[in-house]
C-alpha cells in the first residue's frame, strides 16, 4: 500500500491500521506533553506528578487507607507505596490510626507544601488547557464523563 493510501480518508481500512491514528499511540505521545509540561512546573519543588496526585486525593479525603489512593488514582500498589514512602520521608505526609487501621493525612508542613504548589499546577493546567484548545479541551472533559460513567 502506498503512503497516499495510508493518508487518504477515504480508505478506512488504512486510516484503522495506520500507526498515527492508534489510539494507544496518540494517547501516549499526548501524555509525554503533558508530563513534559507539568514536570517543567513541578521541577523546583522535586515532586513528580504521581506524588503531586496522591497529595491532592489525601489533601481532599483525609484520613484515608493507602488502599484507596490507588483506586482513585488506579495506580499500582507497589507506585502508590514507592511514592507515599518519599512523602513520609519528606514530611509531607503523616500516618495515624484508627484502630488497627493505619490512615495517611497532610502534615502540617503538607498543608504548606500544598498550599504553595497549587499556583504551579493551576499554571500547568492552563497551559496544557492552551495546548489542547478549548474545543479540545471541552472533548477532552466529555470523553473523561464518559469513560468514568462506563467505570
Known amino acids: 500500500m502506498s503512503e497516499s493510501d495510508e493518508t487518504n480518508p477515504s480508505n478506512e481500512f488504512a486510516l484503522e491500521h495506520s500507526p498515527q491514528w492508534c489510539i494507544s499511540a496518540n494517547l501516549r505521545i499526548m501524555t509525554r506533553w503533558v508530563d513534559t509540561i507539568y514536570r517543567k512546573h513541578l521541577k523546583a519543588f522535586g515532586i513528580t506528578e504521581s506524588q503531586l496526585h496522591i497529595l491532592m486525593v489525601i489533601e481532599q479525603y483525609a484520613p484515608l487507607p493507602q488502599s484507596q489512593i490507588g ?38 508542613f503538607g498543608v504548606d507544601f500544598v498550599q504553595d504548589l497549587k499556583p504551579h499546577w493551576d499554571q500547568a493546567m492552563t497551559e496544557v488547557k492552551a495546548l489542547l484548545g478549548s474545543q479540545g479541551y471541552a472533548a477532552f472533559v466529555d470523553m473523561m464523563k464518559a469513560v468514568h460513567q462506563r467505570r
Open 71 to 108: 483506586r482513585i488514582l488506579q495506580l499500582e500498589r507497589s507506585t502508590v507505596s514507592r511514592d507515599l514512602q518519599r512523602l513520609l520521608s519528606r514530611n509531607l505526609v503523616h500516618k495515624t490510626h484508627q484502630g488497627r487501621r493505619s490512615l495517611l493525612v497532610l502534615s502540617p
